[in-house]
């Protein structure tokens, strides 16, 4: 039995699972964000982190926005480093590639 896609769909940091929907929804909560995806990104620490990619409604420094992401989330939710992008990829059913985001954290 092979499982793939969205067993995924969870972050595991540090042996504490993390679903990216509640950080995702959170970050939502902003006035500057439009969309966003939460992805895994391999730590070295804690196994696995969180970077955070954001579409931007307006102008907002990551400071701001990690700022709000620590008032409301617990603090082993709030994602390590956010990445502003023009659109999030989408496949044709409109869901986000995240396997596409994680790939770009490779290059970081």
């Known amino acids: 039995l092979y499982l793939v896609g969205r067993v995924k769909d969870m972050i595991i940091r540090g042996g504490i699972n993390i679903y990216p929907a509640e ?3 959170v970050m939502l909560g902003h006035d500057a964000v439009a969309d966003v995806a939460a992805v895994a990104w391999p730590s070295r620490e ?12 307006e102008p907002i420094e990551e400071a701001a926005l ?9 603090r082993y939710k709030v994602p390590r480093a956010v990445f502003f992008v023009d659109a ?3 496949n044709g059913f409109g869901k986000v590639l995240k396997k596409d ?3 770009r954290l490779d290059a970081v």
Not at 66 to 74: D, I
Request: charged letters at 20%; glycine letters at 4%; hydrophobic letters at 55%.
């Open 88 to 90: 999030l990829p989408r």
């Open 46 to 57: 804690l196994g696995e982190d969180i970077a955070a990619f954001v579409v931007a409604a």
């Open 66 to 74: 990690l700022t709000y992401c620590r008032e409301h989330l617990a």
């Open 101 to 103: 985001l994680a790939a």
């Open 23 to 25: 950080i995702e929804q």
